[in-house]
């Protein structure tokens, strides 16, 4: 109902278990979960500025982008670089069952959370049913 995953980043977690190596560097870890009648996402974004997240929805795809800049200069000489850095981006293929002109964004320590209510034409209904008017007895 959320999304659907990334075949592509499910064969490079595959890959980097099967072979022990990181195919890639998981720039934007997420985890995604229901409460009630909302989806919550929290995304790791540690070292990024709040100004420099961009949030776009376009046919129900939310598009996450985010910078890291280094913290070291271009004088610098660097011994060890592990921690990635520059423009990351993440799609989320949301369900038409969201609402997507509702979503919450905030960042804090890090992690950007989104809340995602479920739009309220999705939302289980009861349906009430009205009798066929005058009741007759039938004569034998």
């Given at each position: ?44 974004l ?20 985010a910078?890291?800049k280094?913290?070291?200069g271009e004088?610098?000489e660097m011994?060890?670089t ?5 423009t990351?981006?993440?799609?989320l293929?949301l ?5 997507i002109?509702r979503i ?5 320590a ?12 999705a ?6 049913v009205?009798?066929?008017?005058e009741r ?5």
């Amino acid at each position: 109902m959320l999304m659907r995953t990334d075949p592509f980043r499910e064969f490079d977690r595959l890959a980097e278990r099967v072979l022990g190596t990181a195919a890639r560097p998981a720039a934007m870890p997420m985890d995604a979960w229901r409460e009630g009648d909302t989806f919550c996402v929290e995304l790791d974004l540690p070292g990024v500025t709040p100004e420099s997240i961009d949030l776009d929805v376009e046919r129900n795809v939310l598009t996450v982008k985010a910078e890291r800049k280094p913290a070291y200069g271009e004088d610098s000489e660097m011994v060890i670089t592990e921690r990635p850095a520059g423009t990351f981006s993440r799609q989320l293929f949301l369900g038409e069952t969201l609402d997507i002109e509702r979503i919450d964004a905030s960042y804090e320590a890090g992690v950007l959370k989104l809340r995602i209510p479920v739009a309220d034409q999705a939302k289980p209904r009861k349906i009430a049913v009205s009798g066929g008017g005058e009741r007759r007895e039938l004569k034998s």
